[in-house]
């Protein structure tokens, strides 16, 4: 299955359209489809109990089938919105693995990593999602999220690197009140 297959899948969630169902669409369960339609509209409208139901309606979809790379992009996706962002790495690292050449999979592993402020493998991802692209409209999604993992590396955002004056300034008030509690142990001691 290639990207327009997984295109159509959003299309046909999001539009009252019929759309002919495509083999990712068709494993889905029919409870799971709402959901998942809400959840592309605005991952913020889903609450707690029904992305935990989304999440386990896909990771039985991703047992019954673990080889559809697309259906492991979703769930990633659903792991995502319910803050699971480990698992979501994990599922979606399998995706790519099972799917070296799909755009959705690269894409979406970059913005997890991008997201995660992990920029060099957000770009690494990304720019073979660029490559992968089939369309205008797909370029232009991989070219406005490089542009923003860019703009984090030039703004220090990377992990470990935001903030750097505020964490230096931590680190130096830290050391002095360690020493100072290091000195008051030792008076203590020889008192």
Not at 28 to 33: G, K, S, T
Not at 124 to 144: I, K
Request: proline residues 4%.
């Amino acid at each position: 299955m290639n990207e327009t297959a997984i295109i159509q899948v959003l299309e046909s969630l999001n539009s009252p359209a019929t759309v002919a169902p495509s083999l990712t669409l068709a494993i889905i369960p029919q409870e799971a489809q709402p959901l998942l339609g809400r959840m592309f509209a605005n991952p913020n409208a889903l609450v707690k109990d029904e992305r935990a139901s989304l999440v386990s309606r896909l990771r039985e979809c991703v047992a019954l089938h673990p080889k559809v790379s697309e259906l492991r992009v979703l769930y990633g996706m659903a792991l995502c919105v319910n803050l699971d962002a480990q698992e979501a790495i994990e599922q979606l690292g399998e995706a790519v693995a099972l799917a070296p050449d799909s755009y959705i999979a690269h894409l979406k592993m970059g913005e997890l990593w991008m997201r995660l402020r992990v920029c060099n493998k957000a770009a690494d991802h990304t720019h073979q999602a660029e490559l992968l692209a089939e369309n205008v409209v797909e370029a232009e999604l991989a070219r406005r999220q490089a542009a923003t993992i860019r703009q984090m590396l030039r703004e220090g955002i990377e992990r470990g690197g935001y903030m750097r004056e505020s964490w230096l300034a931590l680190r130096r008030l830290r050391k002095l009140w360690n020493r100072n509690r290091t000195e008051e142990l030792t008076v203590a001691e020889i008192s």
